[in-house]
């Protein structure tokens, strides 16, 4: 089993950055691929960036491209998203996930969850 906590929600402006962190304990030989997801109140969870452990390739959601960043540490098992110039529609509930193997973007693809992390955009 894979374990994965996330940590560094909070409130902040509009404008202003924040850094999640998510990590993985226990079977961490399958998380070959981690990413972030969202889901902002009464609407579905949407995935926002991806990141393989062993190369380091990442791929993100047109909405996030430019303004947040995912990465390693390898050592420690962990995943970071930073985020930049955050707005009030980034305000929702955000997920840690690992899955065994290939990038996929896909909720279903994805075995692994955090508990989730609240970030809130004040405007």
């Known amino acids: 089993q894979v374990r994965l906590v996330e940590s560094g929600g909070g409130l902040v402006q509009a404008g202003g950055s924040l850094r999640l962190s998510c990590a993985a304990s226990g079977r961490t030989s399958s998380t070959d691929t981690m990413a972030w997801f969202r889901q902002a109140p009464g609407k579905g969870r949407n995935f926002l960036a991806v990141?393989?452990?062993?190369?380091?390739?990442?791929a993100y959601a047109d909405a996030v491209k430019g303004r947040f960043t995912i990465s390693r540490d390898i050592a420690e098992n962990t995943i970071y998203l930073q985020m930049n110039s955050l707005k009030s529609e980034d305000t929702a509930v955000y997920y840690c996930?690992?899955?065994?193997?290939?990038?996929?973007?896909?909720?279903?693809?994805?075995?692994?969850w955090g508990q989730g992390t609240q970030v809130t955009v004040s405007s």
């Open positions: 996930a690992a899955r065994t193997g290939e990038v996929r973007f896909g909720v279903l693809e994805y075995d692994y």
């Open positions: 990141i393989t452990m062993s190369a380091g390739h990442t």
